[in-house]
Antibody, heavy 118, light 111 residues
Framework: QVQLQESGPGLVKPSETLSLTCTVS????????WSWIRQPPGKGLEWIGY???????NYNPSLKSRVTMSIDTSKNQFSLNLSSVTAADTAVYYCARESMLGNYFDYWGQGTLVTVSS | QSALTQPASVSGSPGQSITISCTGTSSDVGGYNYVSWYQQHPGKARKLMIYEVSNRPSGVSDRFSGSKSGNTASLTISGLKAEDEADYYCTSYTSSSTVYVFGTGTKVSVL
């Protein structure tokens, strides 16, 4: 069974960089697109972007200037960096695997709450 | 990005059938057969229930079925069970640069 687990600080100060890692276990890491998705409290889900196992990326245009994703296939991990955070970036952050068929997510992590506050 | 519209809550008695709607636009739900549905119990990861409008992954009960008409997709749960009480979300591929658009979520209660 494929499992995804987000990890990282639960509290980040304004203007700093939010950094999260997703560790994948129980399945192949290669040949998939790996996404980050977030949900601010009381609001809807927002796709942040994805990274392919080869390292190519695609980001949500609204966040593109602040987002960097990376991947470490040797550790079955991929990461999210979001710079210059504000309170509006407070959200539950999820990692997810896009199905090999494409256009839907077949596995999700449980999510991790990141609060931006001084 | 505009979210897909779902009812906030739907309820039913054990054994009944319920339907959750997911309304979008011709740029997402209506334009592609890439609607998926997810179930989430509190504290648990989202679970894929339906993909590509009406396909069930292996291991998902056939009590769950999906359909689409125009810009609205639907998830039907038949023979409602207590274990079906959860939050349900729809997702669609979109032609916009955001790639995916998500539903607002529906809380299903089993009375």
């Amino acid at each position: 069974q494929v499992q995804l687990q987000e990890s990282g600080p639960g509290l980040v100060k304004p203007s700093e960089t939010l950094s999260l890692t997703c560790t994948v276990s129980g399945g192949s890491f290669n040949s998939y697109y790996w996404s980050w998705i977030r949900q601010p409290p009381g609001k809807g889900l927002e796709w942040i972007g994805y990274i392919y196992y080869s390292g190519s990326t695609n980001y949500n245009p609204s966040l593109k200037s602040r987002v960097t994703m990376s991947i470490d296939t040797s550790k079955n991990q991929f990461s999210l960096n979001l710079s210059s955070v504000t309170a509006a970036d407070t959200a539950v952050y999820y990692c997810a695997r896009e199905s090999m068929l494409g256009n839907y997510f077949d596995y999700w992590g449980q999510g991790t709450l990141v609060t931006v506050s001084s | 990005q505009s979210a897909l519209t779902q009812p906030a809550s739907v309820s039913g008695s054990p054994g009944q059938s319920i339907t959750i709607s997911c309304t979008g636009t011709s740029s997402d739900v209506g334009g592609y057969n890439y609607v998926s549905w997810y179930q989430q119990h509190p504290g648990k990861a989202r679970k894929l229930m339906i993909y590509e409008v009406s396909n069930r992954p292996s291991g998902v009960s056939d009590r769950f079925s999906g359909s689409k008409s125009g810009n609205t997709a639907s998830l039907t749960i038949s023979g409602l069970k207590a274990e079906d009480e959860a939050d349900y979300y729809c997702t669609s591929y979109t032609s916009s640069s955001t790639v995916y658009v998500f539903g607002t979520g529906t809380k299903v209660s089993v009375l």
